[in-house]
């Protein structure tokens, strides 16, 4: 009995303890960890690894996974570079452009799964690669900035606006941009899941399709609105990358991917949660950000970062099922 209260608060509580013990022992090791800037620093950091997560969050909800999140951030980050260095949009359209890509990625997801009925991995599997295939040849395998040379040994008339650029670089009362969006994107998404019908109906489908199909819920339009929902978000992602960096760097989604999973699972432990919520993810995201952070100012390897996210997968991965194993028994 006492082993099992135990692990019911490791599994409630043991993500919050982590993050605060990292939090102390980084302010310990460095006295500029904990200041104002550097917490804004980690924010803007996580602000687009959280949009992804959120996009991950939503195919995990209706029992899917969506594994083209990566490539969908790449695609539209070079889309929307190229449509104001190449043919110089204004910047309604740079925005409106690359979300309908996202959701394009999203239908065909949701198609190859619902209609052909593919494994949600190995479908999103597919379009991870077609995605990145695509954006590929839509760059000939060259990163986009301003004013670059073209093959036909011009050079591109259009330049990344200010405008658009303080949506990834700006500041709105001293606070960053990116994270504004950011905590938007997650109260929302949380009222969204907590508090409507729609969010209902998306729980409801991942917990049990075919109940939710003799309830005369419609899982298939459910389960495309999730894809879709995915895709937006990493669409949102791929936005705000290109206003941060300042040009469409190819495979610039290839990393978020498994730091985007990473939160996505982390979250289904806080508050002993037991399913995929954004206010997990989101916490997730935060105790990456505040890992790759502190072994930044540490100076530890930047090839050694990898070891360490993986190793919170693997915890995030090993609390929930082990609760969840111990349920069913």
């Not at 013990?21 to 460095?30: D, E, L």
């Not at 295939?133 to 200010?162: C, R, W």
Request: proline share 4%.
């Amino acid at each position: 009995m006492k082993k099992n209260k135990v692990l019911d608060f490791s599994y409630k509580y043991g993500a919050i303890f982590v993050i605060i013990a990292v939090i102390i022992f980084f302010s310990i090791v460095n006295p500029n960890f904990l200041t104002y800037d550097n917490i804004t620093d980690i924010l803007r950091y996580i602000s687009i690894v959280t949009l992804v997560a959120i996009g991950v969050t939503f195919s995990l909800i209706v029992d899917g996974f969506d594994l083209s999140v990566g490539s969908t951030v790449s695609l539209t980050t070079v889309v929307t570079a190229s449509l104001m260095v190449w043919y110089q949009l204004p910047l309604p359209l740079v925005i409106l452009i690359p979300i309908l890509l996202g959701a394009l990625v999203g239908l065909a997801n949701a198609w190859l799964i619902v209609k052909i009925r593919i494994p949600d991995l190995l479908a999103t599997l597919s379009m991870l690669y077609i995605v990145a295939g695509l954006h590929k040849t839509y760059t000939q395998g060259f990163s986009i900035y301003n004013n670059m040379p073209m093959p036909d040994g011009s050079t591109a008339k259009g330049v990344l606006g200010e405008s658009f650029l303080w949506i990834g670089q700006g500041k709105l009362l001293g606070v960053p941009v990116p994270v504004i969006i950011m905590l938007a994107a997650v109260v929302a998404v949380q009222i969204f899941l907590t508090y409507t019908r729609g969010g209902r109906l998306l729980y409801i489908t991942g917990g049990n399709q075919e109940a939710a199909r003799l309830s005369g819920i419609s899982i298939y339009k459910v389960r495309t609105i999730a894809y879709v929902l995915s895709g937006v978000f990493a669409a949102l992602a791929g936005i705000i990358f290109t206003a941060r960096v300042g040009s469409g760097q190819v495979d610039a989604g290839s990393p978020l991917l498994m730091e985007a999973v990473a939160a996505a699972f982390v979250g289904f432990s806080v508050l002993g949660a037991g399913k995929p919520n954004v206010i997990g993810t989101f916490l997730g995201a935060f105790l990456i950000g505040i890992l790759v952070n502190g072994l930044t100012m540490l100076n530890l390897p930047y090839y050694a970062f990898d070891i360490i996210k993986g190793a919170v997968l693997v915890f995030a991965l090993s609390m929930t099922y082990l609760h969840m194993h111990r349920r069913k028994s």
